[in-house]
């Protein structure tokens, strides 16, 4: 069984890694390559780029870039062709456009909501325990007063 769980697992890294193949004509054409790979989004993983998916798209993505760049386009070029075509989703790092304004600032404000809503929960727990301490005051002044008024 052990043996089994080794070869399963061996076999399974294998497949978890994306291989590109791709080599360009020139250093400068296959660096420009992987830069566009590294900044293009899979559109079927969503959360890889097109050089770590293992995905027939991504692959299919690879391929047209590469053919873009053996035909002389450049990087912008093959940036425009691929957002005209599915949109600025396949960018991994969308511009700032209105857009995609939620994309870029949605997080910063569920942090200030965040630290928003723990600031008040702070303040009215003070706030309560505050009150919590003149009442057990009031409390005891109440407790003084009923039995100093029991005497009459």
Not at 55 to 61: I, K, N, Q, R
Not at 63 to 69: D, G, I, P
Request: proline share 3%.
């Amino acid at each position: 069984m052990k043996y089994v769980s080794i070869i399963v697992l061996l076999m399974l890294s294998y497949w978890a890694v994306a291989v590109d193949t791709q080599q360009l004509a020139t250093p400068e054409q296959q660096a420009i390559y992987e830069s566009l790979t590294s900044e293009l989004r899979c559109l079927v993983c969503q959360n890889q780029t097109i050089a770590d998916s293992n995905a027939e798209l991504a692959a299919d993505l690879r391929r047209q870039v590469a053919e873009m760049l053996e035909q002389g386009k450049s990087k912008q070029d093959v940036i425009n062709f691929m957002t005209e075509r599915y949109g600025d989703f396949v960018l991994y790092k969308p511009p700032f456009k209105a857009k995609t304004s939620l994309l870029w600032l949605g997080p910063g404000l569920f942090l200030l909501f965040g630290v928003i809503a723990v600031l008040l929960v702070v303040r009215r727990k003070k706030m309560s325990s505050a009150g919590a301490i003149i009442s057990s005051e009031k409390q005891k002044k109440i407790s003084k007063l009923l039995e100093e008024g029991d005497g009459s």
